[in-house]
């Protein structure tokens, strides 16, 4: 088993356990997944489809930022790029920043309850 730390997190993080998740960082409650420009170019190389268009289709304007849209789905909502038949993300390879750091986010280290509720692949 494979835990991976990162300093300054009082919690690892088992990445073997999304093979039997059936994806509840992706959908399930409402939450933002923010886009850079990079992330932006990334997706739309993957998707073969210009910014324009990408920013039209998959993407909510939210003040300044930028954020992928929701649909309804089988636990709530899911980001429009969760494969639900599969439970897993249909752009995994060119995913946004924000969905490769997780779980290591600043926000879970004062938050950890709200993480361990969601993510199984949590380990002390
Ligand atoms: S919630 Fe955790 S275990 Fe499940 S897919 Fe997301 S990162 Fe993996
Ligand atoms: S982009 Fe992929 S990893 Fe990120 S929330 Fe959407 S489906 Fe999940």
Not at 31 to 41: A, S, Y
Not at 97 to 115: A, N
């Amino acid at each position: 088993m494979n835990i991976i730390r990162k300093e300054g997190f009082d919690f690892g993080f088992d990445p073997s356990a999304c093979e039997r998740c059936p994806g509840y960082c992706c959908c399930g409650l409402s939450g933002n997944v923010w886009v850079n420009h990079e992330d932006i170019l990334r997706m739309c190389r993957f998707l073969q489809i210009n910014p324009i268009d990408f920013i039209t289709q998959y993407l909510n304007r939210m003040n300044n930022r930028l954020s992928i849209k929701e649909r309804v789905g089988e636990q709530g909502l899911e980001c429009v790029f969760f494969d639900s038949p599969q439970r897993c993300c249909s752009i995994y390879t060119v995913r946004p920043r924000q969905c490769r750091t997780f779980p290591f986010w600043d926000h879970f280290k004062r938050h950890k309850d709200e993480l361990v509720k969601e993510c199984p692949g949590v380990r002390p």
